[in-house]
């Protein structure tokens, strides 16, 4: 069965310090990609996304992910963290032959001022 | 940012009493999707639809779980005879096709007492 797994459950960076957050999936195809943040008492936004192509993708706020399909991996970056990225952040899978999307954990990101 | 409206933002039932939920979804996004969050940031599908069809659904929670997406009218999200277990943040997305990105309302909130 396709899975999601982000190992780390909280991630605690200091301000202006690079970030990764990781995430692996279980599929033996290449499924859509996606990260996703969630603000306290808010929603889900979509951060950025994977089809095909080039493997390094670019988000808003100045995240990327790298895919890396001999890992099934698609960890998410960011160079410069502020301390408004504090959030949870999602990953997902949308596998080609499904609708819905498989959620990973989350990990929260808790940032040192 | 996701236009997708969800009201009520916060909802309050005893056990036993009904709970409706309804979504707005982005302007010119035919599919809809429903799902529960709770407390462990654990997601579960509920069901998606493309226009007012079902695409997918899980086997709704004993049946106490319906929802529908009527033409030119809010989609919704009901549950019966709510329990405790019901007690989550119910998450509607919308998104162009069944593999596009999602995007997310603000979620509602129901407590069931």
Not at chain 1, 89 to 108: E, R
Not at chain 2, 17 to 40: D, L, S
Request: glycine fraction near 6%; proline fraction near 5%.
């Amino acid at each position: 069965a396709q899975s999601v797994t982000q190992p780390d459950a909280r991630v605690t960076v200091s301000e202006g310090a690079s970030l990764q957050l990781r995430c692996k999936y279980s599929y033996s195809g290449t499924p859509y990609l996606f990260w996703y943040v969630q603000y306290p008492r808010q929603g889900l936004q979509l951060l950025l996304k994977y089809y095909s192509g080039d493997p390094v993708v670019q988000g808003v706020n100045g995240f990327e992910a790298e895919f890396i399909k001999s890992n099934s991996s698609f960890h998410l970056r960011k160079a410069s963290v502020h301390w408004s990225d504090s959030a949870v952040y999602f990953c997902a899978v949308s596998p080609d032959s499904n609708y819905q999307l498989i959620w990973g954990s989350g990990t929260k990101l808790i940032i040192k001022p | 940012n996701s236009k997708v409206i969800q009201t009520p933002r916060y909802l309050v039932k005893g056990q036993g009493q009904k709970a409706k939920m309804r979504c707005i979804p982005e302007k010119g996004h035919p599919v809809v999707f429903w799902y529960q969050q709770n407390k462990n940031n654990e997601f579960k599908f509920l069901i998606n639809f493309q226009n007012q069809e079902v695409l997918q659904q899980i086997d709704m929670t004993e049946k106490r779980f319906s929802a529908e997406c009527p033409s030119n009218s809010p989609c919704s999200l009901e549950i019966q005879s709510s329990e405790a277990g019901d007690s989550a943040l119910y998450l509607c997305a919308s998104s162009l096709d069944s593999y596009a990105e999602q995007f997310f309302g603000p979620g509602t909130r129901l407590t069931v007492l």
